[in-house]
T-cell receptor, first 111, second 116 residues
Framework: EDQVTQSPEALRLQEGESSSLNCSYT??????LFWYRQDPGKGPEFLFT???AGEEKEKERLKATLTKKESFLHITAPKPEDSATYLC????????????FGTGTLLAVQP | GAVVSQHPSWVICKSGTSVKIECRSL??????MFWYRQFPKQSLMLMAT?????????EQGVEKDKFLINHASLTLSTLTVTSAHPEDSSFYIC????????????FGEGSRLTVL
């Protein structure tokens, strides 16, 4: 069964303390690995899409990488405004176009 | 990115009543829209996929007669929670994929439903 697992469930960092969030997946026929940011009471905000192992994408303090088994979201010198829940999702194979989400990592960056 | 608007952002209703939530794609045509449900501190659970002009496809365990989905145009999908009960209280979020079919979904701001 296709599935995605995120770790850790929660992460507390000091401002400027870099770290990485993990998204492990077992998906047959992966057609995209997606990262989203979700603030409390809001809908998810799209960050990145990765399609193949070795691919990397960056946006400000965030960088997403992809291997054949997992994806990492690296946060460099985070700021308090980076505090949010970060969700990864996959688009599986077959006829369906739906995205299946992981349980997310709740990131808190303290000043 | 593309803009998806959801309305209302929050609604409180009495048990037994029906509630309609609208999802609009504002600057693109959405051939496919997805409805998700999210409980506190949990991830998004896909409820159903709606395609413009055809019946919605519901995920296993989702009651299609309770959660009516209509995708009447390329910019509007609606979710109606019929005969709502307290256990239907949740955060409902819609999303849309544009015609480019690049994979990413754009989400609305969500609708908080509270059933008394």
């Amino acid at each position: 069964e296709d599935q995605v697992t995120q770790s850790p469930e929660a992460l507390r960092l000091q401002e400027g303390e870099s770290s990485s969030l993990n998204c492990s997946y077992t998906v047959s026929g992966l057609r995209g690995l997606f990262w989203y940011r979700q603030d409390p009471g809001k809908g998810p905000e799209f960050l990145f899409t990765l399609y193949s192992a070795g691919e990397e994408k960056e946006k400000e303090r965030l960088k997403a990488t992809l291997t054949k088994k997992e994806s990492f979201l690296h946060i460099t010198a985070p700021k308090p405004e980076d505090s949010a829940t970060y969700l990864c999702a996959f688009r599986g194979g077959g006829a369906t176009n739906k995205l299946i989400f992981g349980t997310g990592t709740l990131l808190a960056v303290q000043p | 990115g593309a803009v998806v608007s959801q309305h209302p952002s929050w609604v409180i209703c009495k048990s037994g009543t029906s509630v309609k939530i609208e999802c609009r794609s504002l600057d693109f045509q959405a051939t496919t829209m997805f409805w998700y449900r999210q409980f506190p501190k949990q991830s998004l659970m896909l409820m159903a996929t709606s395609n413009e002009g055809s019946k919605a496809t519901y995920e296993q365990g989702v009651e299609k007669d309770k959660f009516l989905i209509n995708h009447a145009s390329l910019t509007l999908s609606t979710l109606t929670v019929t005969s709502a009960h307290p256990e239907d209280s949740s955060f409902y979020i819609c999303s849309a994929r544009g015609t480019a079919n690049t994979g990413e979904l754009f989400f609305g701001e969500g609708s908080r439903l509270t059933v008394l």
